[in-house]
């Protein structure tokens, strides 16, 4: 899977690209998969890659995650163990998706409070005298991150586990589609060489 930050960039590996092979086509038996994809949200308005792609396509970050959604390409002979490599990307694509977007959301909410009750008690006025909307200090806001970060220690924590728990094992799956590959490369040859 390729990683995927808060900050919405993406990184990925070199066995990614592995996973895509661009000589195959979507069978029609695929094309119903991609439909379902594009329903399910992976394919927004500004962001539906075309039906005869043979890659994984990143999309714009996301508004709420800020993390770049990944529409992911279907081989039409996807053997057992590619597939079952995707679902999980796809899964883990999700819950990070889902992970991030409530945890921003919940970042925004707190933050403004925040700042709303601390404007409250420094004066009546929400506007300098100069007209401009009044702010926190640095130091002011770096009592919110520090209060923000303990109360989500343990959620933090939870997530990293889970995180590095499914990175581990869609890598273990990219390196069995990656042997996989290599076996049927080699049986080819073989194939030829005594045929």
Known sequence: MAALR??????????????ADCGRRLG??????????ASSGVCSPGFCPPRKS???????????????????????????????????RQETQEW?????ANQNLTFSK???EFIRSRLK?????LKTDAGQKAALTADEMADFYKEFLRKNFRKHMYYNR???????????FMGKVALERLWNKLAQKQAKRSG
């Open 6 to 19: 808060p900050g919405g960039r993406a990184l990925r590996p070199p066995l990614c690209r592995a996973v």
């Open 110 to 112: 707190e933050k403004e």
């Open 121 to 125: 008690t420094k004066g009546p006025g």
């Open 162 to 172: 889970d995180w590095y728990r499914r990175n581990f094992t869609i890598t273990y």
């Open 28 to 37: 029609p038996e695929r094309g119903a998969e991609r439909g379902d994809a």
């Open 96 to 100: 990070n998706q889902q992970f991030w």
């Open 54 to 88: 043979c890659h994984d396509w990143i999309g714009p970050p996301d508004k709420y995650s800020n993390l770049r959604p990944v529409h992911f390409y279907v081989p039409e002979n996807e053997s057992p163990v590619e597939q079952k490599l995707r679902e999980l």
